[in-house]
């Protein structure tokens, strides 16, 4: 962020230091513990492991043998790298970061993006998702009582996908027009493919399956579901009496469309949004199927704050 002004500048940073505060000293209240994750990361294994993100947005640093590394595009999966190989069983970890991810932007400059953020590790029960998602929803009540936080359940979009016959390029387009909710595209792409009426009928309503839990099990009930749907559906209802249980019935919408930049999740998915906040404050979700790439199936679950942009939005409260 570019200022003219040096008080600026320095005021900026009080209201980000502030701000990590804050959240840390929540981290801390709830027993997590501090870890500052691996900066480099390998850059073939790295776009393997995440294909959603492009090449281009990475960060490349060429090392001393001319090895090929980037920067940290992601916190969770440098922490992921370095701690599931060595895993020991019955192990549990929660753990915070308070730290940078690096992403290359059209004007072919760096971005340095500040997060903070938990991982709970070892934890496979409906406790470990409830007790994550209620410390989000702590952190946004701290923030803003005027928060939304929007969930789902990564098995809903996998179960449809996986019954959709198309080769993976195709199905890569059709999750990146959902992606970013641009429904007329997405509906002139589908008329082109070979879908049966089931899952063009889904497709071509996909965008409208938000709202309160009641609505949109309602509205998702009226068309095809398999077994991995429904199973998103089951879980997302469970989740969703405990939160309401704790008083935040108000605060809650489901999004059965919402598909994360970081393609790694097979559960429960949420975002945080502050008011005037056309970008999510919190990205988060289950990714147990993820650590197994790295030797060890663990049960995982985390999220990220962007403290740049929630830094912004609180100084323009400011002013």
Known sequence: MQYLRI???????KK????????????????YIQMEPPTFEDFDRYTYLNKRLTRESMVKVIGGGSEVFILRPDITTSIIKSLIPRWQKDLKLKLFYNSTVY????????????????????????????EVILLALKILNELNDMFILEMSSSKYINGLFNKIDAEENVKKQLKNLIYRKNRYELMSFIEDLNLSKDIYDILANIMDFQGSI???EYKIKQYYMNQEM???????????????????KDKIQVDMSMITELD????????????????????????????KMFGNKVPAIGFCIDIDELTEMKSKEVD
Do not use: W
């Not at 008080?7 to 940073?13: L, M, Q, T």
């Not at 980000?16 to 027993?31: A, C, D, P, Q, V």
């Not at 429904?230 to 935040?248: H, Q, R, W």
């Not at 559960?267 to 979700?285: R, V």
């Open 7 to 13: 008080e600026d500048e320095i005021n900026y940073s």
């Open 16 to 31: 980000r230091y502030e701000i990590r505060k804050t959240i840390e000293s929540i981290f801390l209240h709830e027993g």
């Open 103 to 130: 992403r290359n932007q059209e004007s072919e400059s760096v971005k340095e993006i500040k997060q903070m953020g938990v991982e709970y590790l070892g934890e496979d029960s409906l406790k470990a998702d409830k």
């Open 214 to 216: 009641e609505a949109v």
């Open 230 to 248: 429904e199973e998103a559906l089951c879980e997302i209802k469970s989740l969703n009496e405990v939160i309401e249980s704790e008083g935040y």
């Open 264 to 291: 790694y999740y097979d559960g429960l998915i949420f975002k945080g949004y502050l008011p005037n906040s056309y970008k999510a404050i919190i990205n988060g979700g289950r990714y147990d199927s993820f650590t």
